[in-house]
Nanobody
Framework: QVQLVESGGGLVQPGGSLRLSCAASGSIFRINAMGWYRQAPGKQRELVAA???????NYADSVKGRFTISRDNAKNTVSLQMNSLKPEDTAVYYC??????????????WGQGTQVTVSS
């Protein structure tokens, strides 16, 4: 089994910053892409940012220039630095990882989600 545990959510004022972190543990041979999604009330889950094992990144247009995704392959962690936060960034943020367990095939795993609220 593989577990993803997120941390770092909370309440922040508009214009503020938060850093989300996610650690993968368990039966892991290799982790390919890792990323962050978010889901606001009444909306579909959407991609925020993703990063390959080689460090190539992809961002939603709405967060480009404000959010930065990074990962530590040795520690199986992925982080999301969020700056210049806006009320519309309010959502539950989920990390995911495309993991290959030993002797198995790739599978996408999800964290439990962490709430980010941007409000004055």
């Amino acid at each position: 089994q593989v577990q993803l545990v997120e941390s770092g959510g909370g309440l922040v004022q508009p214009g503020g910053s938060l850093r989300l972190s996610c650690a993968a543990s368990g039966s892991i041979f290799r982790i390919n892409a890792m990323g962050w999604y978010r889901q606001a009330p009444g909306k579909q889950r959407e991609l925020v940012a993703a990063i390959t094992s080689g460090g190539r990144t992809n961002y939603a247009d709405s967060v480009k220039g404000r959010f930065t995704i990074s990962r530590d392959n040795a520690k199986n962690t992925v982080s999301l630095q969020m700056n210049s936060l806006k009320p519309e960034d309010t959502a539950v943020y989920y990390c995911n990882a495309d993991v290959r367990p030993p002797g198995s095939v790739d599978r996408r795993y999800w964290g439990q989600g962490t709430q980010v609220t941007v409000s004055s």
